[in-house]
């Protein structure tokens, strides 16, 4: 999980911009206005990205703007996403796991109030080196 920038082409429409990414398969979007289009193509990147990140599948480079032919009325700009910020603003729902230690450590634990999510939630962090 990192962080990408990616050219992005706005179409005008007659309801207002096309969003497209002329480098990730199957990114589209679209906007009332053109910030409004802009913040739709932030968060399709982002999703389709974490998509790439789950599946395991290779990220495709970023092309350079001066690679790609406008059409008439069309505009390029580019987009930032950051998917591990979006995965902890959009997939932050609490899912519950079994775990197993030995007796003796969680009788430990529990005489010291340690709370058992948070301290596995610390751990995994420092483990996957994620900031906290």
Same mark, same amino acid.
């Given at each position: 999980?990192?962080?990408? !920038?990616?050219?992005?082409?706005?179409? /005008?429409? @007659?309801?207002?911009?096309?969003? @497209?990414? /002329?480098?990730?398969?199957?990114?589209?979007?679209?906007? $009332? $206005? %053109?910030?409004? #289009?802009?913040?739709?193509?932030?968060? !399709?990147? #982002?999703? +389709?990205?974490?998509?790439?990140?789950?599946?395991?599948?290779?990220?495709?480079?970023?092309?350079?703007?001066?690679?790609? &032919?406008?059409? /008439?009325? &069309?505009?390029?700009?580019? !987009?930032?996403?950051?998917?591990?910020?979006?995965?902890?603003?959009? $997939?932050?729902?609490?899912?519950?796991?079994? %775990?197993?230690?030995? +007796?003796?450590?969680?009788?430990?634990?529990? +005489?010291? $109030?340690? @709370?058992?999510?948070?301290? %596995? &939630? +610390?751990?995994?962090?420092?483990?996957?080196?994620? #900031?906290?």
């Amino acid at each position: 999980m990192a962080k990408y !920038v990616y050219p992005v082409i706005l179409t /005008p429409d @007659n309801d207002g911009y096309l969003v @497209n990414f /002329p480098d990730i398969e199957s990114c589209y979007s679209e906007g $009332d $206005d %053109l910030a409004e #289009a802009l913040e739709m193509a932030k968060d !399709v990147l #982002a999703l +389709r990205l974490c998509d790439y990140e789950n599946e395991k599948k290779p990220i495709p480079n970023a092309s350079l703007q001066e690679e790609h &032919q406008l059409e /008439p009325g &069309q505009l390029m700009s580019l !987009v930032s996403a950051d998917t591990m910020e979006y995965r902890k603003l959009w $997939d932050n729902a609490a899912i519950k796991k079994t %775990l197993t230690i030995p +007796r003796w450590l969680n009788t430990w634990a529990e +005489r010291e $109030d340690i @709370n058992f999510s948070a301290t %596995l &939630q +610390r751990a995994l962090k420092e483990e996957l080196q994620i #900031a906290q």
